[in-house]
């Protein structure tokens, strides 16, 4: 545990990638689907990039901080939150103002922009609040609880794997599962990371995830791997939102770890035109019942879960692939 002698923020800062894009040189910049993003693992792949001799890249990144940050009478003052990505293979450093979106508000928002050149394989990013304590400026008050991962090589954005996917026959697997063993997978997200459970004992199943290509079966594997992500981002939402730490005026605050990143990425969409912390509070009010509409909000969380795995994406692709295979065979 680190002592500084001056007084520190208590409370969670924490840090999100909303958007990438990258450039190259004479062309148009390259914006980035939200595929290249991670929040549950705080991974961003730049190595997604169609634009392969890309130089530089922009991330578009946000922070929440404490509110007492901002509260007049505090033992500091001068506030700036600052994006920071580190390089240690290459010694760079690179540093970013944010802005807060609202007046003494806790949302801040801003880009940083790198070289390709700057990063050898992938940087860390974090988000750091500065304020003048005690006549002393530049004192780090507050940082980001968890980092994020910037990988300029990988099209994948994982620290090792986004959700964790496990195989078992259901029919004879733990007694838990054993009264699912007609579907085809079970999500759950109790532990460290959301966890799929592939029913083996469901036929054709494991022959159909394993397929890759451009052919029937490779075009069901990935609509099915699309649903199957939207199930996980479901069952996340739900996970996080009961999984709340309530203050005593009974304000929700977001969780920590991918819990609160989860939330942050889905209610923009599940609580449209409202802030997040505002969100928050609305879905965790509907979801107690202390305001009713807990039930209307179902089809909203579908919905951001879906547009999170770009199921609409995939079956149109699906759709289309398999009119074409259609075609081909009749000609």
């Not at 990638?17 to 705080?42: H, T």
């Not at 099915?224 to 203050?247: C, K, N, R």
Request: glycine letters at 8%; proline letters at 5%; hydrophobic letters at 40%.
């Amino acid at each position: 545990m680190k002592l500084f002698p001056y007084p520190r923020l208590r409370g969670t800062v924490s840090l999100r990638v909303d958007a990438a894009r990258v450039k190259a040189p004479e062309q148009p910049r390259e914006q980035l689907d939200s595929r290249a993003r991670s929040v549950i693992e705080r991974v961003v792949a730049l190595g997604m990039a169609d634009t392969e001799d890309w130089e530089s890249a922009t991330l578009t990144v946000s922070a929440t901080i404490p509110a007492k940050a901002t509260e007049p009478g505090g033992p500091w003052s001068d506030v700036a939150v600052v994006a920071v990505l580190t390089d240690r293979s290459t010694n760079t450093r690179v540093t970013s103002r944010l802005v807060p979106e609202a007046e003494g508000g806790r949302e801040w928002r801003g880009e940083l922009q790198l070289l390709r050149s700057d990063v050898f394989d992938r940087a860390g990013l974090t988000v750091q609040v500065i304020a003048t304590v005690d006549g002393v400026p530049g004192r780090i008050v507050g940082e980001a609880a968890d980092d994020w991962i910037v990988d300029v090589r990988s099209d994948t954005p994982t620290r090792q794997q986004s959700f964790d996917i496990k195989e078992v026959g259901f029919a004879k697997g733990p007694r838990w599962l054993q009264s699912f063993v007609d579907v085809p997978w079970i999500v759950t997200a109790a532990g460290a990371l959301p966890t799929v459970h592939i029913n083996t004992d469901f036929e054709g199943m494991t022959d159909v995830l394993a397929t890759e290509g451009r052919g029937a079966e490779g075009l069901v594997n990935e609509m099915l791997v699309s649903q199957m992500a939207a199930d996980v981002w479901t069952a996340v939402f739900h996970a996080a939102i009961g999984d709340l730490e309530i203050e005593d005026d009974g304000t929700p605050l977001f969780p920590h770890g991918w819990r609160g990143e989860v939330l942050r990425e889905m209610l923009p969409d599940v609580m449209a035109d409202r802030t997040l912390e505002d969100a928050l509070r609305e879905v965790h009010r509907r979801r107690v019942g202390v305001a009713t509409g807990w039930t209307e909000l179902q089809p909203r969380i579908q919905y951001a879960a879906m547009r999170r795995a770009e199921v609409p994406r995939r079956l149109s692709e699906t759709v289309r692939g398999l009119e074409k295979l259609k075609r081909e065979d009749e000609a």
